[in-house]
């Protein structure tokens, strides 16, 4: 039986392409960089964790004109309104009637920029769409077209003028990621780069696209039809339960994080060539996966460990399904 569909390599391709491109523009990060591509391919939304000044806003630019997306921002801020997102019915006088005027989530790449600003009225308004891919204004449904991604940001220092997002928020995120500080080469490499005159809108300017909205479509597609072997699904299963009174973890995962993890594998497997899933791709998922979708018991904060500390070490005493055969 052939193990890899016939436009796998043409995905692998195509996302060397991409990565090459983001890299004239951002430096370092690659895993980063990989997880938003995996989502773009899983059709799944990223939640992105760092410090200011690590080139988040950055990336999402950089990534929606790579793949040939129209996209938006919305900053999000203690007075956001949920019409200031999702729009409005406004009185045309010509028609005289109400119309709708779309908000700035109506883009198939969207920046939520600080979400954890927010109130949870404006939250819940996002969530709608991040789910539904539709928003509903007075009785009315409004689709979002796909491809449809929303990377949204926080800033884990600050929690002034902050709130919390709730569990039901975190779990329609796909993948949360975290951005280190780059290592000594590569912020060497940023300060060259600004010295040189490479401001990031100028390179903005001058990023092509790879492809456009029907490309990232076929890649979904290619995606969806990597194979999945019965004992790696019986591995995630096994993972995910053994989070719910896992020692250190007040609560476990849903089925919904088994769900996002096979999805994410079989991003990582297309990105990497081949057509099927192997258990290190759902290891990498892991993480990425499941450190939003868990929350620490008062004892293990008590102690400082962190959920990621905890997830790893359960993965590690997973015994990993050995000889899995490719079935369709």
Known sequence: MSTTPPDITQVTTLVGSIRTRLATIFVGQEALVDGVLAAVLAGGHVLVESVPGLGKTLLVKAVARVLGLDSSRIQFTPDLMPSDITGSHVFDLAER??????????????????LNR?????????????????????????????????????????SEGTYAL?????????????????DEAEERRIYGLHLAGGTPDRALAELQPATDVAGVLALQEAVARVLVDPAVVAYAARL????????????????????????????????????????????DAWLPCLRHRVALAPEAEVEGRSADDLLRELLKSEPVPRGTAVTG
């Not at 789910?131 to 449809?148: A, K, M, N, S, W």
């Not at 476990?252 to 060539?273: C, D, E, F, Q, Y």
């Open 97 to 114: 009637r109400f119309v709708f005027r779309p908000g700035p989530v109506f883009a198939r790449y969207v920046l939520a920029d600080e």
């Open 118 to 158: 927010a109130p949870a009225k404006t939250h819940a308004a996002l969530l709608e769409a991040m789910q539904e891919r539709q928003v509903t204004l007075d009785g009315h449904r409004y689709p979002i077209d796909p491809p449809f991604l929303v990377v949204a940001t926080q800033n884990p220092i600050e």
């Open 240 to 283: 995910v339960r053994r989070t719910r009174g896992y020692p250190g973890l007040h609560l476990g995962a849903s089925p919904r994080a088994g769900v996002a993890v096979l999805a994410t594998a079989r991003a990582l497997a297309a990105m990497r060539g081949r057509g099927y899933v192997i258990p290190d791709d759902l290891a």
């Open 166 to 182: 709730p569990e039901a928020a975190l779990d329609r995120f796909l993948l949360k990621l975290t951005i280190a500080y780059p």
